[in-house]
């Protein structure tokens, strides 16, 4: 089966990671240095051990590709995946009156009581990004994230530079190249972003007809984040291929620390004691060509039969 690379991921980790403590307090078992590999010819790499939300996928990688760095395109469709990033910036501003919020991320995982309390302010700053422009202009943009490194790199000099644009010309016009790279690691950068890019930098390759990508990922949540990595980046491939007339290849997926937080542990067994089910096949809508030109409804996944849902919180 397609998955079975990510379960093995899993399992590895799971027999064969070292305990560390980590930047959340939570605590993972972790390894150094992974590689899996996906033909993405034999189907698409969404999990089927357990449902994942192909709606936040593909709606987080089009605000990507759009240079998008405001959640409001999120909350419009309804992904609330970035969430915590922008509402802490607005609680640690003037303009935030309501409850004291102080670490409050780690707070709402461990009391329920004011877990209520933050989910309600969290929602109503949600609603206002979502119905004030003017608000989200002010408190929704997220700076330095993944769409601005894609698609408007800042160069010493001033200028920008669209890394997506300039790799879909090499693969048109170079194919063989060797420079076919798009980083999101910005040294300078780094130090002032709400969350260092965990996804760095990927190449693609062409071979007889076929459009192949390699991730390199610092960090990884297996449980939680690497499924939507896996799925996200085959995604990407898929309608570069589109783009440039070329069939899909492998998806390969490198890793430096790839870990469980400790409180995964349960939902990671469980989940290795599924029996996997066949792929599901992706459908791009064949009158869109161009990589700028897809919209939610141009995406779907066909056949897609998981089982349930695993809860699991998310180390923040």
């Known amino acids: 089966m397609l998955e079975d690379a990510y379960l093995d991921l899993a399992r590895y980790v799971l027999e064969n990671g070292h305990k560390k403590a980590d930047r959340t307090h939570t605590g993972t078992i972790s390894t150094f240095g992974y590689q899996m590999r996906f033909d993405l010819s034999k189907g698409f790499p969404l999990l089927t051990t357990k449902k994942v939300p192909f709606g936040l996928i593909k709606s987080e990688l089009l605000w990507f590709l759009k240079g998008d760095t405001n959640i409001q395109f999120l909350l419009k469709h309804k992904n609330h995946i970035w969430d915590e990033w922008a509402f802490e910036k607005f609680v640690a501003s003037n303009d935030y009156t309501g409850p004291d919020m102080t670490d409050f991320s780690h707070r709402a995982q461990k009391d329920p009581e ?47 530079i669209d890394q997506i644009q300039n790799v879909i010309d090499l693969i048109k016009t170079h194919p063989d190249s060797r420079r076919m790279i798009v980083s999101a690691w910005n040294p300078e950068d780094v130090p002032t972003m709400a969350l260092p890019p965990c996804h760095t930098l990927f190449q693609f390759y062409v071979n007889d007809g076929k459009l192949s990508c390699q991730l390199y990922q610092r960090s990884g949540d297996i449980f939680l984040g690497v499924p939507y990595n896996i799925a996200s980046y085959a995604l990407l491939t898929s309608m570069i291929a589109r783009e440039c007339g070329l069939e899909v290849g492998d998806f390969v997926h490198t890793f430096g620390d790839a870990h469980i937080y400790l409180n995964h542990i349960d939902q990671v067994e469980e989940l290795l004691s599924r029996k996997p089910r066949q792929a599901p096949e992706l459908w791009l809508n064949p009158e869109k060509k161009h990589l700028d030109e897809f919209e939610m409804a141009d995406i779907k996944v066909k056949n897609y039969d998981p089982y349930p849902v695993i809860k699991a919180p998310v180390a923040v």
């Open 114 to 160: 004011f877990n209520k309390v933050y989910q309600e302010q969290k929602k109503q700053f949600c609603d206002r990004i979502v119905n004030d422009d003017d608000f989200a202009k002010k408190y929704g943009d997220l700076g330095l994230v993944y769409g601005s490194q894609w698609r408007a790199w800042k160069t010493s000099t001033g200028g920008t």
